[in-house]
């Protein structure tokens, strides 16, 4: 796996998504002040459901390797308040040239990295406690005992 990684696209995804990662700490632990989070959210959720349909009509555009600093950004916001972006991405790993392989290998290590920038992001801002480490290695332990 780690040999089809491509990591060109992470070293453009990874800031990106560390900034992403930041902003939406921010925003997050001020959402009670946010009125208007919930419409953008929704306005979002409403264009994602034609975007199945937009992909299999549109053509494959030319990308370059810093457009991925611009997705990692997008995908760490988005992520937070929905939880996966899923196939936001789906077209932009092949229009940069890809193959199937790459595009999996590559796109599991920038969810990796995704998340792992989440994690110590949102423990830097305080936003993670000790109590939600241990709900988190509590469920971790009872799904492992299963």
């Not at 992520?79 to 290998?105: H, Q, R």
Request: hydrophobic content about 45%; proline content about 3%; some cysteine.
């Amino acid at each position: 796996m780690w040999q089809a990684i491509n990591w060109q696209v992470l070293r453009w995804y990874f800031p990106g998504a560390g900034i992403g990662a930041l902003l939406s700490a921010y925003v997050f632990a001020r959402a009670n002040q946010l009125q208007r989070l919930p419409i953008l959210l929704g306005l979002y959720l409403t264009t994602a459901a034609f975007s199945p349909h937009l992909s299999r009509t549109s053509k494959h555009f030319p990308v370059r390797c810093w457009y991925f600093l611009l997705a990692g950004f997008a995908c760490a916001f988005i992520s937070k308040f929905l939880g996966s972006t899923g196939s936001l991405l789906n077209d932009l790993y092949p229009s940069y040239g890809l193959s199937k392989e790459k595009t999996i290998a590559t796109k599991a290590a920038n969810v990796l990295g995704i998340n792992i920038s989440k994690m110590c992001i949102y423990a830097l801002c305080g936003v993670v406690t000790e109590n939600y480490i241990v709900y988190g290695v509590a469920i971790a332990r009872s799904n492992n005992s299963r």
